[in-house]
């Protein structure tokens, strides 16, 4: 009947919005939903409960060097595994791309319990990846990251958990990936640190506060052969800001383009001033060029229009 059509139309719908199609885990909408409801229904409740986030390491070379089908493949079976491996999670969801996130409730109102229980929940997680995962030609080992956040009572919110386990997550990336990592406080004052400074180096540029300093070459004879053109920021509040910790957010954030530009252009200005110092023509100065960089779509055009208008200075640029 058209009623039966109609209902059948309706929870074809409800499946598109809370499934992923790819694997029929719940999608990002279902675990937002089922993690609202799971704060509200906490509340008063002294009993903790865990957010795992895991990401798959290296998996867009699966995707590059195997193509999408055998990506495909390899997250259909993460997701069987996690299924069958965590039969008393709350949900386990895949929330985007080749990332996972499950909720689990833990079985103590003690921090430190509940902290031992999420660890052997990661062990079972990391132990998934300890056999290979099957895809078309092939068996694949793959590792997994994974961020983690316990919670309880009134005072959390589903954004605020969600920044957390990924902040966990990309602490757990950057020390070296195929481990896990739990949020603390600590992290959280590091990621408002970040965040403001990734925030004052938008306007770094425009506003003048970088500038390079010139580190002299010289050769085993003792002669200056050139020079390599280090990057600074003086800011503006707190002072000078090594490069040591401020290029990793501008990488990871996509700032470096602009700045690398930057760079370029300060550079060629200074290979330009170089005859008036007398500076010979067989000096060379050398800028660092971030592998983000290389990987931008525009790189080569954008370096090639500014190379062909500084003949010839570009004569005396190397990149490094």
């Known amino acids: 009947s058209c009623i039966d059509e109609q209902k059948d139309a309706q929870l074809k719908l409800l499946d598109l919005a809370y499934i992923d199609e790819l694997t029929r885990l719940a999608n990002r909408a279902a675990f937002n939903d089922c993690l609202k409801a799971l704060i ?40 069987e595994r996690l299924t069958t491996s965590l039969p008393n999670a709350y949900i386990i969801s895949k929330f985007g791309g080749d990332e996972f996130v499950l909720l689990f409730d ?19 997680i990391q132990s998934i990846f300890t056999r290979s995962l099957h895809c078309p030609g092939q068996d ?49 004052l590091e990621l408002i640190k970040r965040t403001d400074l990734e925030n004052d ?19 085993s004879a003792g002669k200056v052969v050139g020079a390599e053109a280090l990057i600074r920021w003086n800011h503006p509040t707190k002072g000078i800001i090594s490069p040591v910790e401020f290029i990793p957010i501008a990488e990871a954030s996509g700032l470096i383009v602009p700045i690398g530009e930057w760079v370029l252009d300060e550079a060629l200005a200074f290979i330009k001033r170089w005859p008036a110092l007398k500076v010979p023509k067989d000096c060379i100065l050398s800028i660092n060029i971030s592998p983000i960089q290389f990987n931008h779509l525009f790189f080569v055009e954008t370096f090639s229009i500014a190379l062909k208008n500084s003949e010839p200075q570009v004569k005396q640029l190397m990149f490094e």
């Open 40 to 79: 509200v229904q906490k509340r008063g409740c002294f009993e903790y409960s865990g957010l795992f986030m895991i990401d798959l390491d290296n998996f867009k070379s699966v995707n590059n060097t195997l193509g999408h089908d055998a990506g495909d493949t390899i997250l259909v079976e993460v997701a």
């Open 140 to 188: 694949l080992f793959i590792t997994a990251s994974i961020g983690i956040t316990i919670f309880n009572g009134d005072d959390v919110h589903n954004v605020d958990l969600l920044q957390q386990a990924g902040l966990a997550l990309h602490n757990a990336k950057v020390s070296g990936k195929n481990t896990h990592r739990f949020f603390d406080q600590k992290l959280q």
């Open 201 to 219: 180096l938008r306007h770094a540029v425009t506003n003048d506060e970088l500038f390079l300093v010139y580190q002299p070459k010289v050769s």
């Open 106 to 124: 833990l079985s103590s109102a003690n921090k430190s319990l509940s902290f031992n229980e999420a660890e052997l929940t990661t062990q079972t």
